[in-house]
């Protein structure tokens, strides 16, 4: 999204970098289907009923009603003012600010929603829709930051997948067979460490291609677990069949912030750790020597050892330490919820982990920001399919694989991995 301008050599006229359209392209496709779709196609006279749980005894739940032709017209506008803002600041060779597709993605999901639900005698639950979105991206971004752990000391972890549902399995087997869910959250990160112990070993210790390491355990957990699902899980299942969730825990006076409180205040302890893993992490990847070290593995690992740093072995240790994290996110689909094990229930979350990853450009504050992106997609079809919107399931099935297509693709610019990334370091 950014050029540069080579210096000149005296009588030769400047080179420029070549121009990136890709966010120009992506933001005026969506603003045109925005306004062929959305504005075209809204009934005139409907009206949008959103309701808002302010999470205040006082105020309540307010009732919103939008004329939704109108509201969808000023919405679409704002984007293909935006899409021509993004384009003349492109071909002016300027950076185009994070603020730009934020801002074109709130419209336009906002002109999706008022056109979802046109006319329904029933109001969006816009409060829980954001509640749900937060809760359905905990896996993802517990996957993005294990993520950020291994690859910023060089490893390519493809087998996050393999680690939130080992996470899963090891949770609701240690859950159930305890009566204790809070048990189960501890055993969740055991279970992903064992698996990013398997990664260290034949990645840093053997030198096997990463990628290839990590599918082939994404394939060995998804087996392991389907056998033992099959063999001993469904042949015990008033031992192994139910599982309690864990008790959300409103926090005092912040729970009873309007509209943010309930959202974010009002959550069971998996995601207050979310929260704390984001900030510690962020802080110490750049703001510590722990963190120094690890990037230094992962930039450079030559000049890291010349400076006495064990590569090999800081990059094992973070790796572990990734697949820890991974595991207690895999707790989210089990014992954070109160559902029994089943088959391959990680659905290929752990791969739009790796999206978010990348989206967020390797940083813990930018993964967890696309992880809720994704996670918004993949609630909308539960908040849509209460109000009984006219809208094909497998079209909504189909959102967050959409959503992680046109991000990736479209929206992450050019970021650059750590440049030792999947290299072996045979010092």
């Known amino acids: 999204m950014s050029a540069t301008t080579l210096k000149p050599v005296i009588g030769e006229p400047a080179v420029f970098a070549p121009i990136s359209w890709?966010?120009?392209?992506?933001?005026?496709?969506?603003?045109?289907v925005s306004l062929l779709g959305f504005s075209l196609f809204a009934?005139?006279?409907?009206?949008?009923?959103?309701?808002?749980?302010?999470?205040n005894d006082w105020l309540g739940t307010i009732r919103v009603g939008f004329d939704s032709r109108s509201s969808i017209i000023v919405l679409t506008a704002a984007q293909l003012l935006l899409a021509g803002w993004a384009w003349?600041?492109?071909a002016a060779r300027r950076p185009i600010r994070i603020w730009l597709p934020i801002s074109f993605g709130v419209c336009f999901v906002g002109a999706f929603l008022l056109w979802s639900v046109a006319g329904s005698q029933q109001a969006l639950q816009f409060t829980g829709l954001l509640s749900g979105a937060l809760?359905?991206?905990v896996p993802l971004v517990f996957g993005s930051l294990a993520g950020c752990v291994c690859?910023?000391?060089?490893?390519?972890?493809?087998?996050?997948?393999?680690?939130?549902?080992a996470g899963a399995f090891l949770a609701a087997v240690v859950g159930a067979a305890s009566g204790n869910s809070w048990l189960g959250l501890l055993a969740a990160p055991v279970a992903g460490a064992l698996v990013g112990a398997l990664l260290a070993l034949f990645a840093v210790r053997y030198w096997v291609d990463h990628i290839i390491v990590g599918v082939v355990l994404n394939v060995f957990v998804t087996g392991v677990t389907s056998y033992l699902f099959s063999t001993v899980l469904s042949h015990n299942r008033a031992v192994f069949g139910v599982v309690e969730a864990l008790p959300a825990i409103p926090i005092p006076l912040l729970s009873q912030i309007p509209v943010l409180g309930p959202v974010l205040f009002a959550q069971n302890v998996l995601v207050y750790i979310m929260y704390a893993a984001v900030v510690v992490l962020q802080i110490m990847l750049y703001r510590s020597k722990w963190g120094l070290r690890m990037?230094?593995?992962?930039?450079?690992?030559?000049?890291?050892?010349?400076?006495?740093?064990?590569?090999?072995?800081?990059?094992i240790l973070n790796t572990i330490l990734g697949g820890a994290?991974?595991?207690?996110?895999?707790?989210?689909?089990?014992?954070?919820?109160?559902?029994?094990?089943?088959k391959e229930m990680s659905?290929?979350?752990?791969?739009?982990?790796?999206?978010?990853?990348?989206l967020g450009g390797w940083r813990p504050a930018g993964a967890i920001a696309a992880a809720l992106l994704f996670g918004f997609a993949d609630n909308l079809q539960n908040a849509l399919g209460v109000i009984g919107v006219s809208i094909p399931s497998q079209f909504m099935l189909m959102a967050p694989y959409l959503v992680t297509i046109f991000a990736v693709a479209g929206l992450v610019g050019k970021v650059r991995p750590p440049a030792a990334e999947g290299t072996a370091y045979k010092g």
């Open 22 to 32: 890709k966010t120009p392209i992506v933001l005026g496709v969506l603003g045109l």
């Open 43 to 55: 009934a005139p006279g409907a009206i949008s009923q959103v309701a808002i749980a302010t999470g």
């Open 88 to 90: 003349r600041q492109t």
């Open 135 to 137: 809760f359905l991206s």
């Open 151 to 165: 690859e910023h000391v060089g490893v390519i972890n493809v087998a996050i997948e393999g680690q939130l549902l």
């Open 295 to 315: 990037r230094a593995c992962g930039e450079h690992p030559k000049a890291a050892d010349t400076v006495g740093i064990k590569v090999n072995r800081t990059r």
């Open 325 to 342: 994290i991974a595991g207690l996110g895999g707790a989210y689909f089990t014992v954070a919820a109160g559902l029994a094990f089943g």
């Open 347 to 358: 659905a290929g979350r752990g791969f739009i982990a790796l999206a978010a990853m990348i």
